[in-house]
């Protein structure tokens, strides 16, 4: 059974940074794409990131290029995303996803404010 | 960026009546190997989003045949034969043909 943990979340103030984790369990985590996608109090879903099929090149939505990283370290089957300069804007909760969005996990909440 | 564009935002519905969503894209979705990137998932109130059809009109594993997506290019529809109570909260269609990736503003599905 396809398992994914996020962690992470936090109340954090503008302009600072977290890292969240997504740990995978239940199939080959190193052959899939994996992505980031949020959602806002109320509002609809975002993808905020993603990682391609082979693995090798990463993207993000413009909202957030330039201020989040997307990693992944296949040895622990993890999910990583880097967030630093954080806005009010990027409250949300925030899912990982396989593949394409086939799976999710529970989320975990990130809120920036002051 | 692909803008997806969902329709009605809004959707009340009579218990074992059909429904249908539609979402259209700003692009067409058909990537060059031939298949068309689009899907549909379904999200409950205080839950995860789970995805319904993949590549325009494939069901995923245990999700009922009242189910259905259909569409081509730009045009996308996803039809509910009987609507059932479980069925209510919020539908979103994703494409993902062309980075970033994309969803539609989601349409909520009530019962009347």
């Known amino acids: 059974e396809v398992q994914l943990l996020e962690s992470g979340g936090a109340l954090v103030q503008p302009g600072g940074s977290l890292r969240l984790s997504c740990a995978a369990s239940?199939?080959?985590?190193?052959?899939?794409?994996m992505s980031w996608v949020r959602q806002a109090p109320g509002k609809g879903l975002e993808w905020v990131s993603g990682?391609?099929?082979?693995?090798?090149?990463?993207y993000y939505a413009d909202s957030v290029k330039g201020r989040f990283t997307i990693s992944r370290d296949n040895s622990k089957n993890t999910l990583y995303l880097q967030m630093s300069s954080l806005r009010a804007e990027d409250t949300a909760v925030y899912y990982c996803a396989k593949g394409y969005c086939s799976s999710w996990g529970q989320g975990t909440l990130v809120t920036v404010s002051s | 960026d692909v803008v997806m564009t969902q329709s009605p935002l809004s959707l009340p519905v009579t218990l074992g009546q059909p429904a249908s969503i539609s979402c259209r894209s700003s692009?067409?979705?058909?990537?060059?190997?031939?298949?068309?990137?689009l899907y549909w998932f379904h999200q409950r109130p205080g839950q995860s989003p789970r995805r319904l059809i993949y590549?325009?009109?494939n069901r995923d594993s245990g999700v009922p045949d009242r189910f259905s997506g259909s569409g081509s290019g730009t045009d996308f529809t996803l039809r509910i034969s009987r609507v059932e109570a479980e069925d209510v909260g919020v539908y979103y269609c994703?494409?993902?043909?062309?980075?970033?990736?994309?969803f539609g503003q989601g349409t909520k599905v009530e019962i009347k």
């Open positions: 239940g199939f080959t985590f190193s052959s899939h794409a």
């Open positions: 590549k325009v009109s």
């Open positions: 994703m494409q993902n043909a062309h980075w970033p990736w994309t």
């Open positions: 990682f391609s099929d082979s693995g090798s090149s990463t």
């Open positions: 692009q067409s979705l058909v990537y060059s190997d031939g298949n068309t990137y």
